[in-house]
């Protein structure tokens, strides 16, 4: 985490009155995440997670938190946002918009297995058909190529030349890519935009009779969700989920397990086999990006963990490596 917002039970406790929730048991901050601060908070009726927003604004707020109950209702295993008993889903807490959910339970798997992966893919392809029914606008991805070419230019001082090239090599060809009049037809909706593994959660499962010992118990971090192609979320996904940490490359066991479970609720079109191949690119050069950008124009924290740009930046040169 990101503590940015530093709070204690003394000083939450007037806020939380605004809930039919009882007296606080414990608050501790979460040492994971780095965009909001977050908290998992006890209290005399249950286990939540306090989340303050430390970008969106008030006004974007109810996009998110109602994305979330529209899933929540459709049995997907989301945070569920906890009413105030005024039956607002937020109000500001120390200026920024704060918001408490259910707190689910689980842990992530940083070193997942294929079954892993197609509980994974499974279940992204069951958000995106949910997504369509979701009823209220929904706003762009807010990290699409606009965003990327201004993270750009606000660390293109700390670049070296071939990371300078690379990165404009990788925009010019997602300008490219973007414009054509085929990229446009490609299916799109509501995308989670950041579902890697330290966003889901699975659980041990005891004598399951398929064998696989886990299931996915919940996912969470919706606020970067937005409207993009739905391949962008799988890519996203893919360059997390089934990369080998030592050699960067995809294992295929896992790629194909993600995939295989993802087409069983929503099969391909012809166009996104085509676009596959830029799509993982385009994801890759979302994540590099953000990770520069928060290496070198990071903002203040109590608590902070800062992800290896570099992690993207080899994802990206064995595409060109390849010639794909
Ligand atoms: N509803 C929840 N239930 C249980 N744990 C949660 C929940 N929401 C967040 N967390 C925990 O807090 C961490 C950070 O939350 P997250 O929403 O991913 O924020 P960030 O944007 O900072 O990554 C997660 O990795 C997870 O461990
Ligand atoms: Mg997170």
Not at 115 to 125: I, S, T, Y
Not at 142 to 160: N, T
Not at 174 to 189: F, V
Not at 210 to 229: N, V
Request: glycine fraction near 6%; proline fraction near 6%; charge should be positive.
């Amino acid at each position: 985490m990101a503590v940015f917002t530093a709070l204690s039970a003394t000083q939450l406790a007037p806020w939380l009155q605004r809930y039919p929730l009882g007296q606080i048991v414990d608050l501790q901050g979460i040492v994971s995440g780095i965009d909001n601060t977050n908290y998992f908070l006890t209290t005399t009726r249950g286990a939540y997670v306090l989340t303050i927003f430390e970008h969106l604004s008030a006004r974007a707020l109810p996009f998110y938190l109602d994305f979330m109950r529209h899933l929540a209702a459709r049995r997907m295993p989301v945070p569920v946002p906890v009413a105030q008993s005024d039956g607002a889903l937020f109000s500001l807490l120390r200026g920024k918009p704060a918001a408490l959910v259910s707190r689910l339970e689980g842990a992530v798997q940083m070193a997942p297995a294929a079954h892993h992966c197609a509980e994974a893919g499974r279940m992204l392809a069951r958000m995106h058909l949910a997504g369509k029914t979701f009823a209220a606008a929904a706003p762009q991805n807010p990290r699409g190529l606009a965003w990327q070419c201004e993270a750009a230019r606000a660390i293109d001082p700390f670049l070296r030349p071939a990371q300078r090239r690379l990165l404009h090599h990788e925009l010019a060809f997602q300008h490219s890519i973007q414009a054509s009049a085929e990229y446009a037809r490609l299916p799109a909706g509501i995308c989670h935009g950041d579902l890697f593994r330290d966003n889901v959660f699975f659980v041990t499962q005891q004598g399951d009779s398929a064998g696989h010992p886990c299931r996915l118990s919940g996912f969470f971090d919706f606020y970067f969700a937005g409207l993009d192609k739905w391949l962008f979320d799988i890519a996203v996904c893919i360059n997390d989920w089934c990369v080998m940490p030592a050699s960067g490359q995809y294992e295929e066991a896992r790629v194909r397990a993600f995939l295989t479970a993802y087409q069983a609720v929503r099969a391909f079109t012809p166009l996104e086999a085509v676009y596959w191949p830029a799509l993982l690119r385009a994801a890759a050069l979302r994540f590099w990006l953000s990770r520069l950008h928060d290496f070198y124009v990071p903002r203040p924290a109590k608590i902070l963990n800062v992800h290896d740009p570099a992690y993207f930046e080899r994802i990206l040169r064995t595409f060109i490596a390849k010639r794909l």
